[in-house]
Each structure stands twice: as structure tokens, then as C-alpha cells.
């Protein structure tokens, strides 16, 4: 079974940062994509960022390129998110999610993951 756990998230001014991180159990990160998305309330859950099996490729949704950066850590099992110039509509419940298939690029479609984390929240507000 595997599972993916979420941490990291909180309360921030705007123009603060956070890095959010995601652990796994039950199966390496290794090999397998990984990617990040949120969803805001009355929002659908859409993609943040995401890269491939080895680090070697990334994705960035429009609303977060030259701020966020995602990373991994292989040797780790971990994934994390950095976030920087963060804003109010950044406000949403962070999600990370893997795939059940080994390699690939990154994915940005939700339905081509298999495995999703419970959430962490981040809220930016003054």
C-alpha cells in the first residue's frame, strides 16, 4: 500500500515563502513521476508543478513559474516544493501524488496519477 504524507504547509504573509515536502511509505519514489497540484475551495484540483522519474525534467503551471520550484531527492524518498513570492491565491489545500508506473516524463493531467497524499493546507493572508 503506498502512501504519501504531506508536510510544510501553514499560514504566510504575501510575499513569504514555504517549502512543502512529501514523503512516501509503502514503495520507493524512485523511478516513478511525481507532481504537485492544489486545489482552491469551489476550485477544481489542478497541477503546480511536476517532474519525471529522475529529476531530469519539470513542469510549472503559468501561475507559478519563476516562483515555485520542485525538486527530489531520491535517496530520500522525498519530494518537495519551494515556494517563494507566494500570494493570496496561492491559498489552497497542496496535494503531492505518484504514479503506479515505473519512468515517463512528468505528468500534468490529475488522472494519470494513481497515489495522492491526504493534502497539507497553505494559506496566504496578511
Known amino acids: 500500500q503506498v502512501q504519501l504524507v504531506e508536510s510544510g504547509g501553514g499560514l504566510v504573509q504575501p510575499g513569504g515563502s514555504l517549502r512543502l515536502s512529501c514523503a512516501a511509505s509503502?514503495?520507493?519514489?524512485?523511478?516513478?513521476?511525481m507532481g504537485w497540484f492544489r486545489q482552491a475551495p469551489g476550485k477544481e484540483r489542478e497541477i503546480v508543478a511536476a517532474?519525471?522519474?529522475?529529476?531530469?525534467?519539470?513542469y510549472y503551471g503559468d501561475s507559478v513559474k519563476g516562483r515555485f520550484t520542485i525538486s527530489r531527492d531520491n535517496a530520500k524518498d522525498a519530494v518537495y516544493l519551494q515556494m517563494s513570492s507566494l500570494q493570496p491565491e496561492d491559498t489552497a489545500v497542496y496535494y503531492c501524488a505518484t504514479r503506479r508506473r515505473l519512468g515517463g516524463s512528468y505528468f500534468v493531467d490529475r488522472h494519470e496519477y494513481d497515489y495522492w497524499g491526504q493534502g497539507t493546507q497553505v494559506t496566504v493572508s496578511s
Open positions: 509503502g514503495r520507493t519514489f524512485s523511478g516513478y513521476a
Open positions: 517532474i519525471n522519474w529522475n529529476g531530469g525534467s519539470t
